[in-house]
């Protein structure tokens, strides 16, 4: 008789197929985030435009206190990278790689997103407003209907 194994582990949170996505509404985020604090020198304009990009995601919704300090600090490791741009480029690959791998932990790109299993959605669904849209993407005022299997197959039968 054959021995059976463990039974399998449930990968709802993790890497599986079945892992679940947390859907965002595709709208800006308007909400509190810190502002860049002051700095002897000022802060590189591909800095500050970063940050204000950073600041308007709309997955910042889900953000607590903590994120916005970890995406602070991130915003001063740009700063020292866009400084050392311009001045010494010999720690440049170590930071760039940091860098990058905090940019993918905030879901800055489409990529790091679906990694983060984090999806937008559009605010307001065609089935909540009435309407659907049609594939040369106008409004119909018609709502979409399911016919059953068994009517079909009646139709198809004869």
């Known amino acids: 008789m054959a021995f059976t194994g463990p039974e399998p582990k449930s990968v709802r949170l993790g890497r599986g197929l079945s892992a679940e996505w947390t859907d965002v509404p595709d709208v800006p985020y308007a909400g509190p ?78 990529e790091a997103r679906r990694k983060l299993r984090i999806r937008y959605v559009d605010p307001e669904p065609a089935a909540e407003t009435g309407t659907s849209t049609t594939v040369d993407g106008g409004a119909s005022d018609k709502k979409a209907s399911v016919t059953s299997i068994a009517s079909r197959r009646g139709r198809l039968a004869g």
């Not at 970063?50 to 903590?66: F, I, K, N, T």
């Not at 791998?101 to 790109?109: C, N, S």
């Open 33 to 110: 985030s810190p502002d860049l604090p002051e700095l002897d020198l000022p802060w590189f304009p591909e800095v500050t435009s970063w940050w204000e990009l950073v600041r308007r995601m709309p997955h910042c919704v889900l953000w607590s206190a903590m994120d916005w300090q970890f995406a602070l600090h991130t915003a001063f490791m740009w700063q020292d990278w866009w400084k050392n741009f311009y001045s010494d480029r010999t720690v440049f690959a170590n930071k760039s790689t940091e860098i990058r791998r905090r940019e993918d932990q905030m879901g800055t790109t489409a």
